[in-house]
């Protein structure tokens, strides 16, 4: 059973910083991607970023390249979304995603699903 579990949102005020954690509990990690989305109200789920586990190779969203970063831990079966320079428009439900389609960045490649942690950024 694969399960996804988020932590480490909160509030932050702009220029800011948070550490995402998504633990997976998955039956193999080879071939699997994890993947950070993000929805704010009223708007579609947008990728943020990804990592396809086995390469450690990643991969982000244009509008938060250099401000985002994505690291995962073998030993932990954790991956992590660092965000830096945090802007109001970053407040969204962040969500953790496991795919077998490397490389996606749509959402509906990917198959399991966290229950999402709240990232607000006042300005």
């Known amino acids: 059973q694969v399960q996804l579990v988020e932590s480490g949102g909160g509030l932050v005020q702009a220029g800011g910083s948070l550490r995402l954690s998504c633990a997976a509990s998955l039956r193999t990690f080879n071939d699997i991607g994890l993947g950070w989305f993000r929805q704010a109200p009223g708007k579609e789920r947008e990728f943020v970023g990804g990592v396809r586990w086995s390469a450690d190779d990643t991969y982000y969203a244009d509008s938060v390249r250099g401000r985002f970063t994505i690291s995962r831990d073998s030993a932990k079966n954790t991956v992590y979304l660092q965000m830096i320079s945090l802007k109001p428009e970053d407040t969204a439900v962040y969500y953790c995603?496991?795919?077998?389609?490397?490389?996606?960045?749509?959402?509906?490649?990917?198959?399991?699903w966290g229950q999402g942690t709240q990232v607000t950024v006042s300005s």
């Open positions: 995603a496991a795919t077998y389609r490397l490389g996606s960045r749509r959402a509906y490649d990917y198959d399991y």
